[in-house]
Nanobody
Framework: GIHLAESGGGSVESGGSLKLSCLVDGYTWRSYCLGWFRQAPGKKREGVAVIRDDGRASYADFVRGRFTISQDKPKNTLYLQMNSLKPEDTAMYLC??????????????????????WGQGTQVTVSS
């Protein structure tokens, strides 16, 4: 199977930056897309960013221009660079490997049943 492990979360002030990493083990780069999702207490899970095998990236409107998803294939690592962080970005951030179409449509709020593989998450807290 595929195993994913996130790191890089923490606490920052509003306007600050963080870079999340996700080590992906057992992944065949062409089989799935990779993506970042987030979930805050009491709220539904949101798609944040998705990247295809060829490097094409898609973003939710609420992070476009502030967050950048990237991948380093030789290192089997997925990244999420987060700039201009806001208190409303506070959430548990999870990386996932799953079907491209479903993950990409989730970025606009469409339901995604979570089929695929998930990490345990890393907490991001942004204070005002």
């Amino acid at each position: 199977g595929i195993h994913l492990a996130e790191s890089g979360g923490g606490s920052v002030e509003s306007g600050g930056s963080l870079k999340l990493s996700c080590l992906v083990d057992g992944y065949t780069w062409r089989s799935y897309c990779l993506g970042w999702f987030r979930q805050a207490p009491g709220k539904k899970r949101e798609g944040v960013a998705v990247i295809r095998d060829d490097g094409r990236a898609s973003y939710a409107d609420f992070v476009r221009g502030r967050f950048t998803i990237s991948q380093d294939k030789p290192k089997n690592t997925l990244y999420l660079q987060m700039n201009s962080l806001k208190p409303e970005d506070t959430a548990m951030y999870l990386c996932a490997a799953g079907p491209c179409q479903e993950m990409e449509t989730s970025l606009s709020g469409a339901y995604y049943d979570g089929f695929g593989y998930w990490g345990q998450g890393t907490q991001v807290t942004v204070s005002s």
